[in-house]
């Protein structure tokens, strides 16, 4: 949802003579001069677009200098610490000057440009702007950011064969300010989400936006073009400098963090100050794994599946559902949010199933398709992201067999699940059998979840787990 853009007041010099020279009475005529000044230039703010965004980074102007403005029109998009928003404007006028450009970070609360509401005063404001001595924080370098690596890389594969089109794309991305060097596709969010439903890879379309910003009638254009195959050749061999100049690295680079790195690792000192411990389970996993083959074909997700199964045994621990934040009390949350971590481009977020304990896996799971394909594409709603009462972090879809995971702030606890793998285990019997078994490893905040509290709590999903048939009620 497109936020507001925050303005405040700057009286201009021609609604200070006008004021001067009025016949009304003093105290009427105080009251029309601030009225009147309110109605000239307006600076506009950087807007705080999630709780914990201190900073934002400006993506793009929709809007050039000059531009006459609506009230409710998109302005400018800004990268929060979560997801890039169209950012709208509150008031008619014409942007007069932009005082951080595309590229450029700056503290929420500080001004990014000044939004006249004549196109006489355009001028005026532009010498407001250039004299203004707030100056806002300077772009970050344009330096290469690693591109996230895919789950699984072939032995054969090796640099593809760019079409003519795609390396027109590098060329205008390149130009772009907010492009970092031509690594980030810079494309409205409605561009992006046509994008997803016509299956077009944004890195191969080339922008007619300003500075190379891919929108709508791009996409859409470059949907209706034959596509061009790419052909691979062995990479068998190569050195270190090689693949990382293929995947766009420059080793020795120094890279600063994005807005989303930067709050990830402010969350994570934060977290340095809590008194944690850890708990590991093993889980028997083959009526899970039996369970997920059987409906897997009506869109249930494993990941849906085991939030499921930890809403329900919260359920029964509501403790372990519980979060801390003052240091002094301690809260008994009334819902049941599963936040479960997702590696996106740049960075790390935790999309969150809301009550799951009283919804459905089939709705569930739906419902996880769509927060994942939103937070890829950085449209995520701050209720959508940090909500969270219980976390869990997957990497057995990696074939990771344990980890241990950090605490997020203001939670009480964070689940760590490895993969499910073949065993060979002692029956009751005292015969040797085969089962399929996974580790789980649960971080807690010792100030409000002790020991026997997690071990009661892991028993309680273990038993759901290993006897999963109330995970489709």
Same mark, same amino acid.
């Not at 404001?125 to 072939?154: H, M, N, Q, R």
């Not at 249930?300 to 919260?314: D, I």
């Given at each position: 949802?497109?936020?507001?853009?925050?303005?405040?007041?700057?009286?201009?010099?021609?609604? $200070?003579?006008?004021?001067?020279?009025?016949?009304?009475?003093?105290?009427?005529?105080?009251?029309?001069?601030?009225?009147?000044?309110?109605?000239?230039?307006?600076?506009?703010?950087?807007?705080?677009?999630?709780?914990?965004?201190?900073?934002?980074?400006?993506?793009?102007?929709?809007?050039?200098?000059?531009?006459?403005?609506?009230?409710?029109?998109?302005?400018?998009?800004?990268?929060?610490?979560?997801?890039?928003?169209?950012?709208?404007?509150?008031?008619?006028?014409?942007?007069?000057?932009?005082?951080?450009?595309?590229?450029?970070?700056?503290?929420?609360?500080?001004?990014?440009?000044? /939004?006249?509401?004549?196109?006489?005063?355009?001028?005026?404001?532009?010498?407001?702007?250039?004299?203004?001595?707030?100056?806002?924080?300077?772009?970050?370098?344009?330096?290469?950011?690693?591109?996230?690596?895919?789950?699984?890389?072939?032995?054969?594969?090796?640099?593809?064969?760019?079409?003519?089109?795609?390396?027109?794309?590098?060329?205008?991305?390149?130009?772009?300010?907010?492009?970092?060097?031509?690594?980030?596709?810079?494309?409205?969010?409605?561009?992006?989400?046509?994008?997803?439903?016509?299956?077009?890879?944004?890195?191969?379309?080339?922008?007619?936006?300003?500075?190379?910003?891919?929108v709508a009638k791009d996409v859409e254009a470059f949907a209706a073009q034959?596509?061009?195959?790419?052909?691979?050749?062995?990479?068998?061999?190569?050195?270190?400098?090689?693949?990382?100049?293929?995947?766009?690295?420059?080793?020795?680079?120094?890279?600063?963090?994005?807005t989303m790195q930067g709050a990830v690792s402010r969350n994570m000192l934060?977290?340095?100050?809590?008194?944690?411990?850890?708990?590991?389970?093993?889980?028997?996993?083959?009526?899970?794994?039996? $369970?997920?083959?059987?409906?897997?074909?009506?869109?249930?997700?494993?990941?849906?599946?085991?939030?499921?199964?930890?809403?329900?045994?919260?359920?029964?621990?509501?403790?372990?559902?519980s979060g801390c934040r003052d240091g002094k009390s301690f809260t008994y949350?009334?819902?049941?949010?599963?936040?479960?971590?997702?590696?996106?481009?740049?960075?790390?977020?935790?999309?969150?199933?809301?009550?799951?304990?009283?919804?459905?896996?089939?709705?569930?799971?739906?419902?996880?398709?769509?927060?994942?394909?939103?937070?890829?594409?950085?449209?995520?709603?701050?209720?959508?992201?940090?909500?969270?009462?219980?976390?869990?972090?997957? /990497?057995?879809?990696?074939?990771?067999?344990?980890?241990?995971?950090?605490?997020?702030?203001?939670?009480?606890?964070?689940?760590?699940?490895?993969?499910?793998?073949?065993?060979?285990?002692?029956?009751?019997?005292?015969?040797?059998?085969?089962?399929?078994?996974?580790?789980?490893?649960?971080?807690?905040?010792?100030?409000?979840?002790?020991?026997?509290?997690?071990?009661?709590?892991?028993?309680?999903?273990?038993?759901?787990?290993?006897?999963?048939?109330?995970?489709?009620?």
């Open positions: 949802m497109a936020r507001l853009l925050n303005t405040s007041f700057i009286p201009s010099s021609q609604s $200070l003579r006008r004021n001067a020279t009025s016949s009304t009475p003093a105290l009427i005529s105080g009251r029309r001069s601030r009225a009147q000044v309110q109605a000239k230039i307006r600076e506009i703010f950087m807007p705080a677009l999630s709780s914990t965004m201190t900073e934002g980074k400006i993506v793009s102007w929709v809007k050039s200098e000059g531009d006459k403005l609506s009230k409710g029109e998109s302005v400018v998009v800004v990268e929060s610490d979560k997801a890039d928003m169209d950012v709208e404007t509150f008031y008619d006028g014409y942007l007069a000057s932009i005082m951080v450009e595309e590229g450029g970070v700056a503290t929420v609360g500080s001004a990014i440009a000044l /939004l006249a509401e004549t196109e006489d005063e355009i001028a005026e404001a532009k010498a407001k702007a250039g004299s203004s001595s707030a100056a806002p924080v300077a772009p970050a370098p344009a330096a290469a950011a690693p591109e996230p690596l895919p789950e699984k890389i072939p032995d054969n594969v090796g640099p593809a064969v760019v079409p003519k089109a795609a390396a027109t794309v590098a060329a205008v991305a390149s130009t772009h300010p907010a492009s970092e060097g031509g690594k980030r596709i810079v494309a409205s969010p409605y561009a992006k989400k046509l994008a997803k439903d016509l299956k077009v890879d944004l890195g191969s379309v080339v922008g007619s936006g300003p500075l190379g910003r891919i034959p596509t061009v195959a790419a052909v691979a050749e062995p990479s068998v061999g190569k050195s270190a400098a090689a693949v990382a100049a293929e995947a766009g690295i420059q080793l020795g680079s120094v890279v600063p963090f994005t934060e977290s340095l100050s809590v008194p944690t411990f850890r708990v590991g389970y093993t889980i028997t996993t083959d009526a899970l794994d039996a $369970l997920y083959k059987k409906i897997k074909s009506k869109g249930v997700t494993m990941t849906a599946l085991l939030a499921k199964a930890t809403a329900l045994a919260l359920v029964k621990h509501p403790v372990v559902n949350n009334s819902n049941i949010n599963i936040a479960v971590a997702v590696a996106i481009d740049g960075g790390l977020i935790t999309p969150v199933l809301q009550d799951a304990d009283k919804v459905d896996i089939y709705t569930l799971s739906r419902k996880w398709k769509e927060l994942v394909d939103k937070a890829r594409a950085k449209q995520l709603q701050p209720h959508e992201y940090n909500t969270g009462t219980f976390t869990v972090s997957n /990497l057995g879809m990696f074939g990771v067999d344990r980890f241990d995971a950090i605490l997020p702030p203001g939670t009480g606890a964070i689940m760590a699940v490895g993969s499910s793998q073949p065993t060979v285990v002692a029956t009751k019997d005292g015969r040797i059998g085969r089962k399929n078994q996974m580790q789980v490893n649960v971080t807690a905040d010792h100030r409000i979840i002790y020991g026997a509290d997690l071990a009661s709590f892991l028993q309680t999903l273990a038993k759901i787990i290993e006897d999963p048939k109330d995970l489709t009620f």
